[in-house]
T-cell receptor, first 112, second 115 residues
Framework: GQSLEQPSEVTAVEGAIVQINCTYQ??????LSWYQQHDGGAPTFLSY????GLEETGRFSSFLSRSDSYGYLLLQELQMKDSASYFC?????????????FGSGTRLLVRP | DAGVIQSPRHEVTEMGQEVTLRCKPI?????LFWYRQTMMRGLELLIY????????DSGMPEDRFSAKMPNASFSTLKIQPSEPRDSAVYFC?????????????FGPGTRLTVT
């Protein structure tokens, strides 16, 4: 079967660092993506890891270990606007196209 | 670019009625995805198209749901007849395929309420 596990909720203080973990078990794997979704909004792309290691984009970084079927999203210098849900998603390949399998999401609450 | 366009943004209908949701993907994108999001089930992939051809419809819950993509710039998701348990936010997303194409672009969603 396919499963992605991530914590349901995380709380952190403004200015702090928070790490959101994701473990996965899927039939095919070509990469791990992260999406952000604010309440009432649509998911928006944050990062993608196709290979092991760390990818950095501003205050956000994402890490992947394919051997451990594990990844994480690291948010630094937290701001109030970072309060949102964060989804990891496994990219599966089928023929010439691909699809994403989403985790259940982690709700991040940033407190002053 | 206008982004992915969905209509209507909100739909309230009675049980048993037909509902049609519409999506216009970003020009040049050749993959289109329909998702459903609820608190209980999260973000579920219903069906996706590549070059207007349905590739995987294994997420379509039952025969009441159907989707079409008659051309590269338009897709519909139809529910007939609708039921209260179909109440959810339905997202359409599009993307390019090929090396270096990782991002799916989501539309604003259609919030469906079936009473």
């Amino acid at each position: 079967g396919q499963s992605l596990e991530q914590p349901s909720e995380v709380t952190a203080v403004e200015g702090a660092i928070v790490q959101i973990n994701c473990t996965y078990q899927t039939s095919g794997f070509y990469g791990l993506s992260w999406y952000q979704q604010h309440d009432g909004g649509a998911p928006t792309f944050l990062s993608y890891n196709g290979l092991d290691g760390l990818e950095e984009t501003g205050r956000f970084s994402s890490f992947l270990s394919r051997s451990d079927s594990y990844g994480y999203l690291l948010l630094q210098e937290l701001q109030m606007k970072d309060s949102a849900s964060y989804f990891c998603a496994v990219r599966e390949r089928m023929d010439s196209s691909y699809k994403l399998i989403f985790g259940s999401g982690t709700r991040l609450l940033v407190r002053p | 670019d206008a982004g992915v366009i969905q209509s209507p943004r909100h739909e309230v209908t009675e049980m048993g009625q037909e509902v049609t949701l519409r999506c216009k993907p970003i020009s040049g994108h050749n993959s289109l995805f329909w998702y459903r999001q609820t608190m209980m089930r999260g973000l579920e992939l219903l069906i996706y198209f590549n070059n207007n051809v349905p590739i995987d419809d294994s997420g379509m819950p039952e025969d009441r749901f159907s989707a079409k993509m008659p051309n590269a710039s338009f897709s519909t998701l139809k529910i007939q007849p609708s039921e209260p348990r179909d109440s959810a936010v339905y997202f359409c997303a599009s993307s390019r395929t090929g090396v270096g194409s990782y991002e799916q672009y989501f539309g604003p969603g259609t919030r469906l309420t079936v009473t």
